[in-house]
């Protein structure tokens, strides 16, 4: 079955550290990929997504994601992380030509000031 | 904007009752989804559905059952609820239309069963 996998459960930083989370999907074919966050009391929200074109997307509040087919990752990156980037992050894989998205079990992010 | 809506953010059942849950969007979508959300399992996926009157079983459909009689509302339903129902349920709605599989969630109902 496919399967996505966020390695990182639990990652704690410091205010203007690096981030990266990753993820790791268990699919051979054409695949669209999204980040969600989910920000304390809040909904789930999209932080950005790929469909094609450039493997290297941006989105929202300076986030940006690299596709790299060949190692079947999508990993979650941002050069300077705030505190108000405290939230649990979510990577999601929709099989092509369904509407169904399959979900990491996500990665808690705490940022300290 | 679009809105996803339901009906309760918090919600105290005890074991045995029957539980609904509600969910409204106004994007005139499609596709609606119910999940649940357990701390370290991510998402599951319980039901979904991509019309009127249509369903499909997600991932963990055992104990629940839905209904979509209106495309703007899709219901969750809770036969007889058990301890282990308790949960944060969300519920997302998309567009097949748009091709961007891009789903919209609720805010979320958090359900404690006693």
């Known amino acids: 079955a496919q399967s996505v996998s966020q390695h990182n459960h639990h990652v704690i930083l410091s205010e203007a550290a690096s981030l990266e989370l990753g993820c790791n999907y268990s699919?051979?074919?054409?695949?669209?990929l999204f980040w969600y966050v989910q920000y304390p009391g809040q909904h789930l929200q999209l932080l950005l997504k790929?469909?094609?074109?450039?493997?290297l997307v941006k989105g929202i509040k300076g986030f940006e994601a690299e596709f790299i087919k060949s190692k079947f990752s999508f990993n979650l990156r941002k050069p300077s992380v705030q505190w108000s980037d405290t939230a649990e992050y979510f990577c999601a894989v929709n099989l092509y030509n369904t509407d169904k998205l399959i979900f990491g079990t996500g990665t808690r992010l705490q940022v300290f000031p | 904007d679009v809105k996803v809506t339901q009906s309760s953010r918090y919600l105290v059942k005890r074991t045995g009752e029957k539980v609904f849950l509600e969910c409204v969007q106004d994007?005139?979508?499609?596709?609606m989804f119910w999940y649940r959300q357990d701390p370290g399992l991510g998402l599951r996926l319980i039901y979904f559905?991509?019309?009127?009157?249509?369903?499909e079983k997600g991932d963990i459909p055992e104990g629940y059952s839905v209904s979509r009689e209106k495309k703007e509302r899709f219901s969750l339903i809770l036969e007889s609820a058990s301890t282990n129902q308790t949960s944060m349920y969300l519920c997302a709605s998309s567009s097949t239309g748009a091709g961007t599989y891009e789903q919209y969630f609720g805010p979320g109902t958090r359900l404690t069963v006693t």
């Open positions: 699919y051979g074919g054409t695949v669209n």
């Open positions: 790929y469909f094609s074109g450039d493997p």
């Open positions: 559905s991509y019309d009127v009157k249509m369903k």
């Open positions: 994007m005139d979508h499609e596709n």
